[in-house]
């Protein structure tokens, strides 16, 4: 493509085309004005340019892409309003760098302010918009990258460089603010012909073989792991490799995946400290932190190996946990030759092998047993409780459904309960901070429009989320996704601390919890019916199924559709 013939708003469109990018979605503000001149601009293709997306608010448009990258794979882009854009958008930015999700995140902004020839940007631009340094610099903490392209002669291979990195391990977020006057202007340069995405890198040979003699070794080995189930492959590799050592696999209540069958008998749940203390390897592949605290674990005597990569979490201040063996690789791939190997010194059928499987298989069956007994006995509480409404979920859940997660205090019911979800059919849409699941919810639908999509939300995450821009997106586009909120009329996240650090203070004593309740809880399933959608009030524990039914029919039909389960009150 020669970019000397075209303007630095249609490079940027078919830049992004020609290195993989089909989505963007945006929250874009004036200065994208010549991308919109030539977004409507006919192509010879439908492929020649990104499809585009408006997303309404800059949260919505960047955890958007979160949920476009997780569930496709694909790298997608953002376009946001120079600063104030781009502050709106740091939260979930920051939770992408965290999560190393890949995308590309563009702001404008005006570097001349109306000085040069050409189009005047307006006088807002030096009033109330500039900042020292511009978007890049304020959101460099959030991102793997940032740059603002200071000429036009590094336009175009810039574009190309940040779809690069984007893609580089460890992935993650990259961001790019491109001045205003360089969208109207010729190219005076080409980018190069060729911008390859780099391949990911399995783990060294000879740290696999290591890995495999340590597990083939090992008498007691256990796996923990946080992310696997990020790619849908390797969930498939770890059951073999779990099925073959007779070791159990234990997720975290922070697990943003299914990383493991839910419903295998080899899970071992979303506590791993139970099963540490006797083991004499852990085995922790796509684990950012396994249990807490780092020196509680392992036990005496045993080592730990860790694969992935971003293996020491190089985005964290501390980390502190043992590693005897650091592998840094993509993990399917190197999953699938550290299996060959295994395979190599590790016989199918060994009794002692067998035998620790029934034992871990025992236990664990007890165990969730023991979860569907305590959910089924809160079916008959009125006002509802977590556990009843998250088994109900579970019984007329679709096979291709896919959920998104954005609770706190309702997140172990959830995991524990949802057992039928298969690998890429659960994504986190929480990373410290909440405000993004119903923006990620939309991304998964986005990347996956015949499926069903299910946004589970506390009513406090409910309103950090931008909802009116979330639920009109979802109207304009015809992305209909179901909400089922958590409603316990407050923040028992925030309440259960003083109980914690202040057993005998002055709150728990009165009763008097600051700044921990949403009363009085406003007609939520209303917001619904505002969009053109289903909204239900569901307060009786009988009512719960058939609601999240009429729910699912309600999506089905092309509609929206919001449950407000009435939980018991944080006190």
Request: charged share 20%; hydrophobic share 45%; net charge negative.
């Amino acid at each position: 493509m020669d970019a000397r013939t075209l303007t630095g708003a249609e490079s940027f469109l078919r830049l992004l085309a020609a290195m993989g990018v089909d989505r963007i979605f945006a929250s874009p503000g004036s200065e994208w004005a010549p991308v919109w001149e030539h977004l409507a601009k006919p192509y010879a293709s439908d492929g020649s340019i990104p499809a585009y997306f408006s997303a309404r608010h800059e949260e919505i448009a960047v955890a958007m892409a979160s949920g476009y990258a997780k569930s496709s794979g694909k790298l997608p882009a953002v376009m946001i309003h120079t600063t104030v854009g781009s502050l709106h958008g740091t939260m979930a930015m920051r939770g992408a760098l965290h999560e190393n999700v890949p995308m590309v995140v563009f702001s404008g902004e005006s570097i001349a302010f109306g000085e040069d020839e050409g189009p005047d940007p307006g006088p807002q631009w030096l009033r109330s918009l500039a900042d020292i340094g511009g978007p890049a610099r304020l959101v460099e903490h959030c991102v793997k990258w940032s740059f603002g392209v200071n000429a036009k002669s590094v336009f175009p291979s810039t574009i190309q460089r940040a779809c690069q990195l984007a893609m580089a391990a460890p992935r993650g977020p990259v961001f790019v603010s491109l001045p205003m006057e360089y969208l109207f202007d010729l190219m005076p340069t080409c980018a190069p012909a060729a911008a390859a995405i780099p391949l990911r890198a399995t783990a060294e040979a000879r740290g696999i073989e290591q890995l495999a003699d340590m597990l083939a070794a090992a008498k007691q080995p256990v796996i923990v792991t946080e992310r696997c189930g990020q790619s849908v492959g390797a969930v498939s590799l770890l059951v073999e490799l779990a099925q073959l050592l007779g070791a159990p696999v234990a997720e975290t209540r922070s697990a943003t995946f299914v990383n493991f069958p839910r419903d295998h008998p080899l899970h071992a749940g979303f506590d791993p400290l139970p099963i540490l203390h006797d083991a004499d390897l852990v085995f922790m592949p796509a684990t950012v932190a396994p249990w807490h605290p780092a020196s509680a674990a392992p036990g005496p005597g045993a080592k730990v190996a860790v694969l992935d990569e971003n293996p020491l979490r190089i985005e964290k201040p501390v980390w502190g946990y043992q590693v005897d063996l650091c592998l840094a690789g993509e993990v399917a791939g190197s999953l699938e030759l550290l299996l060959e190997q295994v395979k190599k010194r590790v016989r199918p059928g060994d009794a002692a092998r067998a035998r620790s499987a029934e034992r871990w298989t025992a236990r664990n069956m007890a165990r969730r047993k023991a979860w569907t007994e305590e959910a089924i006995g809160e079916g008959k509480s009125k006002p509802l409780d977590t556990g009843w409404v998250v088994h109900e979920l579970n019984q007329v859940l679709p096979p291709d459904v896919m959920i998104v997660d954005e609770t706190i205090t309702h997140r172990e019911a959830i995991i524990q309960g949802l057992d039928r979800l298969a690998a890429g059919a659960y994504y986190g849409g929480f990373i410290g901070g909440l405000g993004t699941g119903i923006g990620t919810a939309l991304g998964v639908k986005a990347a996956n429009p015949g499926r069903p999509v299910i946004a589970l939300i506390g009513d406090g995450a409910f309103h950090y989320n931008p909802v009116p821009a979330g639920l009109g997106f979802a109207q304009e586009y015809g992305m209909p996704i179901m909400i089922i909120l958590f409603n316990n009329h407050g923040y028992l996240s925030q309440q259960s601390e003083l109980p914690k650090y202040y057993p005998q203070g002055f709150a728990v004593r009165a009763g008097k919890f600051a700044g921990t309740s949403i009363t009085p809880s406003p007609d939520y399933a209303a917001l619904a019916r505002v969009f053109d959608g289903y909204g239900e009030k569901v307060e009786a524990p009988g009512e719960v199924r058939a609601a999240i039914e009429r729910g699912l029919k309600a999506i089905g039909s092309g509609k929206l559709a919001l449950i407000d389960m009435r939980l018991v009150p944080v006190p």
